[in-house]
T-cell receptor, first 113, second 112 residues
Framework: QQKVQQSPESLSVPEGGMASLNCTSSDRNFQYFWWYRQHSGEGPKALMSIFSDGDKKEGRFTAHLNKASLHVSLHIRDSQPSDSALYFCAATSITGNTGKLIFGLGTTLQVQP | EAAVTQSPRSKVAVTGGKVTLSCHQTNNHDYMYWYRQDTGHGLRLIHYSYVADSTEKGDIPDGYKASRPSQENFSLILELASLSQTAVYFC???????????FGPGTRLLVL
């Protein structure tokens, strides 16, 4: 079973709209979360991390973490065509010092002009 | 912005041949990682290193070796390439185990 599960698999929103992506960890040891974005033909690029309960906002991006349910979401406000990409949720362990990231399978976001 | 480069960017290899993928970072980072990306599997960790001259196994190390001769360089070696190793390979670096990982542009490997 995938330790980090993302939904939906794909999402289409109009330009200027709000995109909401979801992620859940099934392993309580992995509760530090990252969001990465990957444009076609490029490597993933970190958008933001969230380690504490609640919201974290960076520009048009807001992440929300609920540690009790190990659920994290990413909301993209005022979506732009350049936001069209593959979005990964990744989790890292709260124990150990490897920095190992467990990735979900990703959500493909399409922003329609 | 942190810089991670990979070479080659694409490669065609024959089954049973040896393949070496190279990664170089100029970020002065201690941690380096090799991932592979496959459709339907996301990114999976193959090997990682947190200090020069030492490497650790990740989640899918079978069929792969790694080498970290210096802080800046990290190589992934396929001694006997197989069809199942066709994938896109990414190298990443980070300053610490809970720091942002910066990824390179990837190497597209096709094993025939």
């Amino acid at each position: 079973q995938q330790k980090v599960q993302q939904s939906p698999e794909s999402l289409s929103v109009p330009e200027g709209g709000m995109a909401s992506l979801n992620c859940t960890s099934s392993d309580r040891n992995f509760q530090y979360f990252w969001w990465y974005r990957q444009h076609s033909g490029e490597g993933p690029k970190a958008l933001m991390s969230i380690f504490s309960d609640g919201d974290k906002k960076e520009g048009r991006f807001t992440a929300h973490l609920n540690k009790a349910s190990l659920h994290v979401s990413l909301h993209i406000r005022d979506s732009q065509p350049s936001d069209s990409a593959l979005y990964f949720c990744a989790a890292t362990s709260i124990t150990g010092n490897t920095g190992k990231l467990i990735f979900g399978l990703g959500t493909t976001l399409q922003v329609q002009p | 912005e942190a810089a991670v480069t990979q070479s080659p960017r694409s490669k065609v290899a024959v089954t049973g041949g040896k393949v070496t993928l190279s990664c170089h970072q100029t970020n002065n980072h201690d941690y380096m990682y090799w991932y592979r990306q496959d459709t339907g599997h996301g990114l999976r960790l193959i090997h990682y290193s947190y200090v020069a001259d030492s490497t650790e196994k990740g989640d899918i190390p079978d069929g792969y070796k790694a080498s970290r001769p210096s802080q800046e360089n990290f190589s992934l070696i396929l001694e006997l390439a197989s069809l199942s190793q066709t994938a896109v390979y990414f190298c990443a670096s980070s300053g610490g185990y809970q720091d942002t990982q910066y990824f390179g542009p990837g190497t597209r490997l096709l094993v025939l």
